[in-house]
């Protein structure tokens, strides 16, 4: 989560949560869905979400923005414009036309894949992958992964909310990750800790 220096919180997160409407029962029972769809009608706070994002990738010389469809690249083009790096689009099967590499990667009920063209990453660029939201981090790695095969350096993941349940599952996960805010009806907004490639929460 994000944190400042002197360990205050940053003082745009509120308005960042507060944007964000939950949404009981959708799209199946049982699930609080954070739909972001709200904070995008407010600009400033889109502005401050993105923001958040380019002060701390500014200085970490990032070659590429890797966006998970769909609403990755909502967050990663303004990223990448700002960053003064490339946008990669990461999409599902079969949307991307000419010669792509394919991940695959599991859901609770099935898999599904991420594709991406070749060509679009070259090895050794410094990538960092983004996304709205980071549930159990399956597609994360999926993301991972596919860059990884064509030898990209990717540096973090970076997700806007952190479900509770992300906690629990990111022992299970191998990549670093940086969340703005925590998700659902969380009160409490989680600062700082970071797991890097062998560490749990």
């Known amino acids: 989560m994000v944190e400042e220096e002197n360990g205050?919180?940053?003082p745009r997160l509120q308005a960042i949560k507060a944007a964000i409407r939950v949404v009981p029962h959708?799209?199946?029972?049982?699930?609080?869905?954070?739909?972001?769809t709200t904070l995008l009608l407010r600009p400033k706070v889109?502005?401050?979400?993105?923001?958040?994002?380019?002060?701390?990738?500014?200085d970490?010389?990032?070659?590429?923005?890797?966006?998970?469809?769909?609403?990755?690249?909502?967050?990663?083009?303004?990223?990448?414009?700002?960053l003064g790096a490339k946008f990669?689009?990461?999409?599902?099967?079969?949307?991307?036309?000419?010669?792509?590499?394919?991940?695959?990667?599991?859901?609770?009920?099935?898999?599904d894949s991420l594709e991406?063209?070749?060509?679009?990453?070259?090895?050794?660029?410094?990538?960092i992958v983004i996304d709205d939201l980071v549930a159990t981090g399956g597609t994360l790695c999926a993301a991972i992964k596919l860059l990884e095969r064509v030898g990209a350096d990717?540096?973090?993941?970076?997700?806007?909310?952190?479900?509770p349940k992300f906690k629990e599952d990111v022992s299970r996960e191998t990549f670093t990750y940086k969340?703005?805010?925590?998700?659902?009806?969380?009160d409490k907004i989680i600062t700082g800790k970071q797991p890097r490639f062998d560490e749990a929460w």
């Open 46 to 58: 889109f502005k401050d979400a993105v923001e958040i994002f380019v002060d701390r990738y500014r």
């Open 154 to 163: 990717v540096i973090e993941c970076a997700c806007l909310i952190g479900l």
């Open 60 to 82: 970490m010389n990032i070659s590429a923005v890797a966006g998970v469809e769909a609403r990755g690249f909502i967050f990663g083009t303004p990223l990448a414009l700002a």
């Open 179 to 186: 969340l703005v805010i925590q998700g659902c009806k969380g």
């Open 26 to 36: 959708f799209p199946k029972p049982g699930i609080m869905f954070n739909d972001i």
């Open 8 to 10: 205050g919180v940053d």
């Open 88 to 111: 990669v689009p990461l999409r599902k099967p079969k949307k991307l036309p000419g010669e792509v590499i394919s991940e695959s990667y599991v859901l609770e009920y099935g898999t």
């Open 116 to 127: 991406m063209h070749l060509g679009s990453v070259n090895r050794g660029e410094r990538v």
